[in-house]
T-cell receptor
Framework: AQTVTQSQPEMSVQEAETVTLSCTYDTSESDYYLFWYKQPPSRQMILVIR??????QNATENRFSVNFQKAAKSFSLKISDSQLGDAAMYFC??????????FGKGTRLSVIA | DGGITQSPKYLFRKEGQNVTLSCEQN?????MYWYRQDPGQGLRLIYY???????QKGDIAEGYSVSREKKESFPLTVTSAQKNPTAFYLC????????????FGQGTRLTVV
């Protein structure tokens, strides 16, 4: 079975600082994808970044980057130069084989002005 | 514009009644999903469908039913057998089920009164 674990229910960061959200996962598949989704107060789920397991290079999208450690099955999200609009729930998700997306329980990020 | 539309945004149901949540997409996606979101629980999969006229149970299918008569539509019925239906429901779609990200609707908040 595929599982995703987010061990930090809540995190906070000062505006303009950097924060890292943790995620570990488990799958027996060799071909899989990992995602980070953002859910702001509007509750609309927004894709932040994706990582293909076969790619060694860590994905980057502007201020968002990941640290993908395949052997450790770790997939953390780093947010640089944090902004007030980054405040949201962040979900780590895994898709592998024919199994639909599996989500972690989420991390609530607060940004302090 | 292409996207996923869920309706209604808010829904109230009396105990013992069935209620149907609508989900329509015009992205020409093959796969569609229903997730339930409760505080501290992340997103849990209720049902998913890879093609028209076919669907599979997810992790928490009891008390729910779905149909997939058209590619664009994947309605979810919350039956009276669902013991704790009050929750936020998210519909999603993806190009296919394998290794692709999902796009989400705005969600429906169901409250039993």
């Amino acid at each position: 079975a595929q599982t995703v674990t987010q061990s930090q229910p809540e995190m906070s960061v000062q505006e303009a600082e950097t924060v890292t959200l943790s995620c570990t996962y488990d799958t027996s598949e060799s071909d899989y994808y990992l995602f980070w989704y953002k859910q702001p107060p509007s509750r609309q789920m927004i894709l932040v970044i994706r990582q293909e397991a076969y790619k060694q290079q860590n994905a980057t999208e502007n201020r968002f980057s990941v640290n993908f450690q395949k052997a450790a099955k770790s997939f953390s999200l780093k947010i640089s130069d944090s902004q007030l609009g980054d405040a949201a729930m962040y979900f780590c998700a895994l898709i592998s084989g024919n199994t639909p997306l599996v989500f972690g329980k989420g991390t609530r990020l607060s940004v302090i002005a | 514009d292409g996207g996923i539309t869920q309706s209604p945004k808010y829904l109230f149901r009396k105990e013992g009644q069935n209620v149907t949540l609508s989900c329509e997409q015009n992205l020409n996606h093959d796969a569609m999903y229903w997730y339930r979101q409760d505080p501290g629980q992340g997103l849990r999969l209720i049902y998913y469908s890879q093609i028209v006229n076919d669907f599979q149970k997810g992790d928490i299918a009891e008390g729910y039913s779905v149909s997939r008569e058209k590619k664009e539509s994947f309605p979810l019925t919350v039956t009276s057998a669902q013991k704790n239906p009050t929750a936020f429901y998210l519909c999603a779609s993806s190009i296919s089920q394998r290794n692709t990200e999902a796009f989400f609707g705005q969600g429906t908040r169901l409250t039993v009164v």
